[in-house]
C-alpha cells in the first residue's frame, strides 16, 4: 500500500508539473508576442516593466532578454533569479528548460521574432495543483493508515484462527507419554495440511503403542518363562536339603536340575538371538550360503543332538548347479532357522521325521519341509509367528513359543518369505523362498 501511495503520488506530481510547465509556456510566448509585438524593439531600451495583461496564472512573471542579459521586459522589477546564466546556456542551445525556485516553477524558453531571437522566462505558482496534490497526500495517508490498522487486525484474527489447530495438536502432544499411548491427537476436519499432519501422527502413535504392547508382552512372557525353571530348580533344592539323602537320590536330583538348567540356557539363548534379530541390519547379510550346507550340518547336528530324529533330504532333480542354491546371508542366522523348523517337525510327529527339499524358483531358492505330525490348526496357524504363542496341540510338547517367531524374523531379514499349511492330524508344510545370489 505505501509503495503503490508513494508511487501514485509521484506520478501525480509529475503529471501535474507537466501540465503547468505546459501551460506556462503558452501564457510566457504570448506574453512575449505581446511585448514584443507592442514595442518597437530598441537595444537601449533596457527595462520595461508592467502588467498591462490579464492575469492568467497565480503570481505570474515573466521576463524578456537578449543574449547579452539585458533585459528587454520583466512584470516584476525585483525579481531575482537564480541560475539566469543557465537558462540563457540552454535557451542558445535551443534546449528549453525548468526548475523550481521557492513555490515557484520557473520556465526558460526562447522565442524569434523576424531575425531576432530572444530568451523569455516565464514564472508562476502552481496553487491550484499543490492543494489538489496535498488533497491527494492526505487521502493516501489516510487509506494507508486504515489499511495497515484493518490489515493488522484481520492478521491478527485470521492468524489466531489458523495457528489454533496446531496449537491444539501441540497442547495434546505435551500430554502423551509411554504410559498414555492411547491419547490421540485432534484431527480437525482431516483434509487440510495440518489434518493430514495429525492423521499421519496418529498413525504413528497407533504404530507406537502396538510396538510398546508387544515390548511389554514380551517381557512378561519371557520373565514368566524363565521364572518356571528357576522356581522348579529352587524347588528341588529346598527338598533336597530337607534331610540327608543317599548318594542316588542326589543323583537323581542333580540329573532333573541340570535338565531345567539346560532349558533355562536354551531359552535365554533364544531370548538372546531375537533381540539380535530385531536390531541387526539385514544389509549386513552379505556372505554367500549355500542352502544345502546348512541343511546338511542341520542334519548332523541332529543325529547327535537327538539320535531318534530322522532327516531325509531330496534335492530338486532340476537342479544343475549349486550356485543356484546360493543366497545372501548370515550362516548362523540361517542355520537357527533351518534346526528350528525341523526340530518341530520332528518333535509334533509320532515318527520324529521330517522331509526337506530344495530347489531353485523364479531367482528364488525354495524350501520345503514336510512332516506326517499333528499338524497346526487354521486359527493357529495365525498366531504362531507371535513370541511365545504355543498352539493348543502342543499342550503336551515341551517348548517356549519362541521357535516360529525367531524363524519369521530371520527370514524376513533375508528379504524372503515364510509360508505354513497344515491340516490337524495329517501333518504340517513349511516353504521358505530367499532370493537367489544366482
Ligand atoms: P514351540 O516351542 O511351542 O515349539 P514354536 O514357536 O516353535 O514354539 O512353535 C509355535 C507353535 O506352532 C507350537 O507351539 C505348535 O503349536 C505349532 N507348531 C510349530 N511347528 C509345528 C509342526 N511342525 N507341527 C505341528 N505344530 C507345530
Redesign the pocket.
Known amino acids: 500500500m505505501l509503495i503503490a501511495s508513494i508511487a501514485i503520488y509521484y506520478f501525480s506530481v509529475n503529471f501535474r508539473r507537466h501540465d503547468f510547465i505546459g501551460l506556462l509556456r503558452s501564457r510566457a510566448v504570448s506574453v512575449a508576442k505581446f511585448a514584443l509585438d507592442s514595442y518597437e524593439y530598441n537595444a537601449n531600451l533596457i527595462l520595461r516593466s508592467g502588467t498591462g495583461y490579464p492575469t492568467r496564472l497565480p503570481d505570474e512573471k515573466y521576463m524578456i532578454l537578449n543574449f547579452n542579459k539585458d533585459t528587454l521586459y520583466t512584470s516584476d522589477r525585483f525579481w531575482e533569479l537564480k541560475d539566469l546564466n543557465t537558462i540563457i546556456r540552454f535557451v542558445k542551445d535551443d534546449k528549453e528548460v525548468s526548475y523550481r525556485q521557492d513555490d515557484y516553477y520557473v520556465l526558460g524558453t526562447s522565442h524569434t521574432t523576424g531575425v531576432y531571437k530572444f530568451v523569455i522566462i516565464g514564472a508562476a505558482i502552481d496553487k491550484e495543483g499543490l492543494l489538489h496534490l496535498k488533497k491527494l497526500r492526505n487521502i493516501l495517508l489516510i487509506v494507508c493508515l486504515i489499511s495497515l490498522i484493518s490489515f493488522s487486525i484481520a492478521g491478527w484474527l485470521y492468524s489466531g484462527r489458523a495457528l489454533k489447530p496446531i496449537s491444539n495438536v501441540v497442547r495434546k502432544v505435551e500430554d502423551i507419554s509411554i504410559t498414555s499411548l492411547n491419547l490421540r491427537v485432534p484431527e480437525g476436519n482431516g483434509t487440510d495440511e495440518i489434518g493430514r499432519l495429525a492423521k499421519t501422527f496418529n498413525k504413528m502413535l497407533e504404530r507406537l503403542e502396538t510396538s510398546f504392547g508387544m515390548q511389554k508382552n514380551f517381557i512378561a512372557n519371557a520373565s514368566h518363562e524363565l521364572r518356571t525353571p528357576l522356581t522348579s530348580i529352587n524347588g528341588q533344592i529346598e527338598v533336597l536339603m530337607m534331610k540327608e539323602r543317599s548318594v542316588d537320590e542326589y543323583k537323581s536330583a542333580l540329573g532333573s536340575l541340570l535338565e531345567d538348567i539346560k532349558s533355562l540356557i536354551d531359552l535365554s539363548n533364544r531370548l538372546i538371538l531375537m533381540a539380535r534379530t530385531s536390531a541387526e541390519d539385514p544389509l549386513s547379510y552379505i556372505s554367500k550360503i549355500r542352502i544345502d550346507d546348512i541343511i546338511w550340518q542341520v542334519q548332523e547336528d541332529m543325529k547327535r543332538i537327538n539320535p531318534l530324529y530322522h532327516i531325509i533330504i531330496t534335492p530338486d532333480s532340476s537342479l544343475t548347479d549349486s550356485e543356484q542354491i546360493i543366497v545372501a546371508g548370515d550362516e548362523y542366522m540361517l542355520k537357527t532357522a533351518v534346526t ?1 523348523i525341523v526340530e ?2 520332528c518333535k ?1 510327529s509320532s515318527d520324529h521325521s521330517v522331509n526337506i527339499k530344495f530347489s531353485h524358483v523364479d531367482k528364488l531358492v525354495k524350501v520345503v519341509f514336510e ?1 506326517r ?4 490348526s487354521e486359527e ?1 496357524i495365525k498366531k ?1 509367528f507371535e513370541p511365545f ?3 493348543d ?2 499342550i503336551a510338547y515341551p ?7 525367531l524363524v519369521n524374523q530371520i527370514i524376513k531379514n533375508h528379504n524372503g518369505t515364510i509360508n505354513i499349511s497344515s491340516k490337524i492330524g495329517r501333518g ?1 508344510i513349511i516353504t521358505l523362498l530367499l532370493p537367489a545370489i544366482a
Open positions: 528350528n518341530n517337525a509334533y512332516d505330525g499333528i499338524g497346526i493357529d504362531i504363542y504355543r498352539g496341540n502342543s517348548g517356549t513359543g519362541i521357535g516360529l517367531s504340517t
